[in-house]
């Protein structure tokens, strides 16, 4: 079975950091991404992932690790606009995607 | 384009008949993925096109559903003998490469009554 799991919620403070982890257990492994998506809004791309390591790209960055099925998002310096569900999705065989349920981050003032 | 784009973009239909969604990819992209979203869900992944090659259709949830893609280009999504539980936001979604970033198109916002 494919089974990719995120927190279902979060909570935090403007201008702080938050890290969001994604765990997974998938038939192959070609890649991980993590998208944005805003209430009633199509999900746009943050970040993919297919070496071990941390990929960096202004406040937000992810990390993977293979060999343990896991990754993160972090953001940094958050922002209200930061407010939104964050998905995490690994392309399996064949090059099908498989995605998380998604974390609802919530940014507080 | 500039984007994905799909229509209709809301579509509201009886219990029991069929439906066709419309995806137009962005110009170049090989890859062509639908999925759907339920409420407050996350994406579920529904069937995947690279280039002219046969789609894989594991993703899909039942034979009432079908999908082509004519020339490489436009996609359409065909749900027959619509039930209520197909109510859902149907996303379409393409990359210039099947390893590379997804851009997603508005969705099409299906509601059987």
């Known amino acids: 079975g494919q089974n990719i799991d995120q927190p279902t919620e979060m909570t935090a403070t403007e201008g702080a950091i938050v890290q969001i982890n994604c765990t997974y257990q998938t038939s192959g492994f070609n890649g991980l991404f993590w998208y944005q998506q805003h209430a009633g809004e199509a999900p746009t791309f943050l970040s993919y992932n297919v070496l071990d390591g941390l990929e960096e790209k202004g406040r937000f960055s992810s990390f993977l690790s293979r060999s343990k099925g896991y990754s993160y998002l972090l953001l940094k310096e958050l922002q209200m606009k930061d407010s939104a569900s964050y998905l995490c999705?690994?392309?399996?065989?064949?090059?099908?995607?498989?995605f998380g349920a998604g974390t609802r981050l919530t940014v507080k003032p | 384009g500039a984007g994905v784009s799909q229509s209709p973009s809301n579509k509201v239909t009886e219990k029991g008949k069929d439906v066709e969604l419309r995806c137009d990819p962005i110009s170049g992209h090989t890859a062509l993925y639908w999925y759907r979203q339920s409420l407050g869900q996350g994406l579920e992944f529904l069937i995947y096109f690279q280039g002219n090659s046969a789609p894989d259709k594991s993703g899909l949830p039942s034979d009432r559903f079908s999908a082509e893609r004519t020339g490489g280009s436009v996609s359409t999504l065909t749900i027959q003998r619509t039930q209520q539980e197909d109510s859902a936001v149907y996303l379409c979604?393409?990359?210039?490469?099947?390893?590379?970033?997804?851009?997603f198109g508005p969705g099409t916002r299906l509601t059987v009554l």
């Open positions: 979604a393409s990359s210039l490469e099947a390893r590379l970033e997804q851009f």
């Open positions: 999705a690994v392309r399996v065989d064949n090059n099908d995607m498989r």
